[in-house]
């Protein structure tokens, strides 16, 4: 299953978004509020998810300043991937645009379950880097 997030543009340069976007300790304030017990060091984090499972979560690729992937660190109940790639605007480089895409590996029953709450996390992540970075 693919899911397409929604795009959103920061107020910051290519490099800040992802400086900051390479360091999972900066990760718990772009979350969703049903995500808690939050743990991280610069490259793992680990969490829960209210009501429905503990997840960890590592760098699976890093290409600077454009593109990274994270995914499953550990025993995890989905095998997905999130893709978050970062555009620099050609007319404004204090401007990036910011996409999310989730990749997960889901038989039907369980991706009609999962498919809302991995969209929300895709998008929550932009939402909430638009607001960090103003």
């Known amino acids: 299953m693919n899911i397409k997030g929604k795009k959103a543009t ?11 976007l390479s360091d999972f300790n900066n990760y718990e304030k772009l979350m969703p509020e049903q995500v808690i017990n939050w743990k991280s060091d610069k490259d793992t984090c680990s969490f829960t998810i ?13 290409n600077s300043p454009s593109y990274l992937t994270l995914v499953p660190n550990g025993k995890a109940p989905v095998n997905f991937t999130l893709k978050v790639q970062l555009s620099a605007d050609p007319l404004n480089e204090q401007q990036t645009e910011v ?5 997960a590996d889901l038989n039907p029953m369980l991706a009609m379950f999962a ?17 960090v970075f103003g």
């Open 10 to 20: 920061v107020a910051a340069g290519q490099k800040k978004v992802y400086d900051f």
């Open 50 to 62: 209210k009501g429905m499972a503990d997840l960890g979560m590592k760098f699976g690729e890093k």
């Open 99 to 103: 996409k999310v895409d989730v990749d």
């Open 115 to 131: 498919k809302k709450p991995l969209e929300n996390l895709a998008n929550t992540i932009t939402g909430e880097l638009k607001k």
